[in-house]
């Protein structure tokens, strides 16, 4: 039953406008963290991890919240137009398991997402002139960068669950990833949901450990993906949740 949901957000999502966000939107953190470091190379000398955090500063606090946020809102638009949500309500299906398709399928779009920043890194680092191989961490900034903006999946699902619009939770997402910088800055990065993006990516020291404990980071993953999904579940089942 499961599967069967899944392929229904799979044909809303096959031609749907977000592929641009897709595209578009981790082509800037790329394009505006290469002229930062090309402008900033005389103090940004370690070559490969230099870039990188030049790509990660506006890749994880600026845009890519915003572009989860926009997959996740998109994936609750239908529901919150012409009445659909008392269609969907009527269906033969467990409301876990309607949160959990729209949960694979945001995940899936930031594996995606992950895959296509990673590609954007290494052409931005090419076409800079950098020499000697790729960071062999690359993949594993990646895996953990993916883990985090899942949990950023399952909070923005529960906000687009809530609020029936499509640019409030993107707000949200921006402002969230914004407060993250302030979050890190004082110590609290594995508690705060936005901040764990930024700490799988190891935005701010590529070259060594985890800013917190791999510990820590898991559990707050597991923490607010735990919270927001049982969240969602009581709100669509005590709530009424028929549009307006």
């Given amino acids: 039953m499961l599967?069967?949901?899944?392929?229904?957000?799979?044909?809303?999502?096959?031609?749907?406008?977000?592929?641009?966000?897709?595209?578009?939107?981790?082509?800037?953190?790329?394009?505006?963290g290469t002229f930062n470091y090309l402008q900033n190379i005389e103090i940004?000398?370690?070559g490969w991890y230099s870039l990188w955090t030049q790509h990660t500063l506006f890749t994880c606090y600026f845009?890519?919240?915003?572009?989860?946020?926009?997959?996740?809102?998109?994936?609750?638009r239908l529901e919150h137009t012409n009445h659909n949500w008392n269609c969907v309500m009527t269906?033969?299906?467990?409301?876990?398991?309607?949160?959990l398709a729209k949960l694979i399928a945001a995940s899936a779009m930031v594996m995606m997402t992950q895959i296509w920043?990673?590609?954007?890194?290494?052409?931005?680092?090419?076409?800079?002139?950098?020499?000697?191989?790729?960071?062999?961490?690359?993949?594993?900034?990646?895996?953990f960068g993916t883990l985090g903006g899942v949990v950023i999946c399952s909070v923005q699902l529960f906000l687009s669950l809530i609020i029936r619009s499509f640019a409030v939770p993107v707000g949200i997402a921006m402002a969230g990833g914004i407060l993250g910088i302030a979050a890190l800055s004082k110590g609290f990065g594995a508690f705060y949901p936005y901040t764990l993006l930024s700490l799988g990516m190891r935005a701010n020291s590529p070259g060594g450990p985890m800013a917190c404990s791999q510990g820590q980071f898991l559990a707050g993953c597991l923490f607010y993906l735990t919270a927001s999904t049982g969240a969602a579940i009581i709100w669509l089942r005590k709530k009424d949740v028929v549009a307006s």
């Fill in 63 to 76: 845009f890519l919240p915003a572009t989860i946020a926009v997959y996740c809102s998109y994936l609750f």
């Fill in 117 to 143: 920043v990673g590609i954007l890194f290494i052409l931005s680092g090419k076409l800079s002139g950098l020499s000697g191989p790729v960071p062999p961490e690359l993949f594993e900034w990646l895996a």
């Fill in 91 to 99: 269906l033969p299906v467990p409301m876990l398991y309607l949160y």
């Fill in 44 to 46: 940004l000398e370690d």
């Fill in 3 to 32: 599967w069967n949901v899944l392929c229904g957000e799979r044909m809303k999502l096959r031609r749907s406008p977000v592929w641009l966000a897709f595209l578009i939107l981790p082509v800037l953190p790329a394009f505006m």
